[in-house]
């Protein structure tokens, strides 16, 4: 190209196409050019390499609506409570109340009901992961006794006992996915299934707190509470009993609560928790 002016001239050569080199070449994307931090025809920002997005279903998900007087378990998959009888890793603000106020049964010699409450209460709080069940219960006791040595009726102790019924069948006896689990506030336990039996394999248990208040908690393995796999929804079997003893009638407890327990009739006249799982209550695996 030719430009001309008063006095002068001077010519241009046109550029030629150098072509595919790289950051100059912006209509070829080069293998080199895409690699991770290489510096092409984009700016290395824009060709950090992100990991997939986890499409995996979360366990947790998808659990129906509570159902009317169902206690709530919360999911912990991935992130489950450490069993050593301390509680601050547990949603304290959540916890449900067993008092003599909302006890379904209350035996024994009581108060007014402040006194009550200081007598012998609970809060507690139910979860669940693939592997347990977990129960955490904080008991509020003003004297200490615990006369019953393990072997003997650990429930005329200081005591808490979780009933579970693993396929919440309702029945006018104990089957094999069902248990009343004992805890003594000096840590002595027994499990019975109608009748005394070994205690099951694979639970956990802590006890904590300082005396006379106690608390426990529980990790209870699917394994012996049907097999059936844990999933959002299912529905298993609960109830607890608050044991008090206050040492004056000796080895025998001067009160007891019940959190749920539906009298009924049969089993030999016994309406209670101990002898029947249609008197409890029940726990439904719920979200996060």
């Known amino acids: 190209m030719l430009l001309v002016c008063a006095g002068c001239k001077f010519s241009v050569d046109a550029i030629k196409d150098p072509g595919p080199i790289g950051d100059l070449d912006l209509a070829v994307a080069d293998p080199g050019d895409m690699a991770i931090a290489a510096v092409g025809d984009l700016d290395p920002v824009d060709l950090t390499v992100l990991p997939p997005p986890d499409l995996t279903p979360d366990p947790c998900a998808g659990a129906p609506p509570l159902g009317v007087n169902n206690i709530a378990a919360a ?138 208040a106690f608390t426990v908690e529980a990790a209870i393995p699917w394994s012996i509470l049907g097999g059936s796999a844990a999933t959002p929804g299912r529905v298993v079997g609960f109830d607890l009993k608050l044991d008090d003893n206050d040492g004056d009638n000796g080895a025998t407890r001067d009160r007891d609560l019940i959190l749920y327990f539906n009298p009924g009739s049969g089993n030999g006249g016994c309406s209670a928790p101990n002898c029947r799982t249609d008197a409890f209550g029940a726990v439904q695996l719920q979200g996060r």
């Open 75 to 212: 999911c912990v998959i991935g992130q489950p409570p450490t069993i050593d009888g301390d509680l601050s890793d547990w949603p304290t603000a959540q916890f449900l109340p067993l008092s003599k106020t909302n006890a379904a049964q209350a035996n024994g010699s009581w108060d007014t009901a402040i006194a009550n409450d200081a007598n012998s209460s609970a809060r507690y709080f139910v979860r669940w992961d693939l592997t347990y069940l977990y129960v955490a219960i904080s008991i509020a006791d003003d004297i200490r006794e615990t006369p019953n040595p393990p072997g003997s009726q650990l429930s005329n102790n200081d005591a808490v006992e979780i009933f579970v019924d693993g396929n919440h069948s309702r029945s006018n006896s104990y089957g094999s996915d069902d248990w009343q689990l004992v805890y003594s506030a000096d840590a002595a336990k027994v499990a019975s299934q109608g009748t005394v039996v070994t205690w099951p394999s694979g639970t956990h248990e802590a006890w904590g707190g300082t005396s006379p």
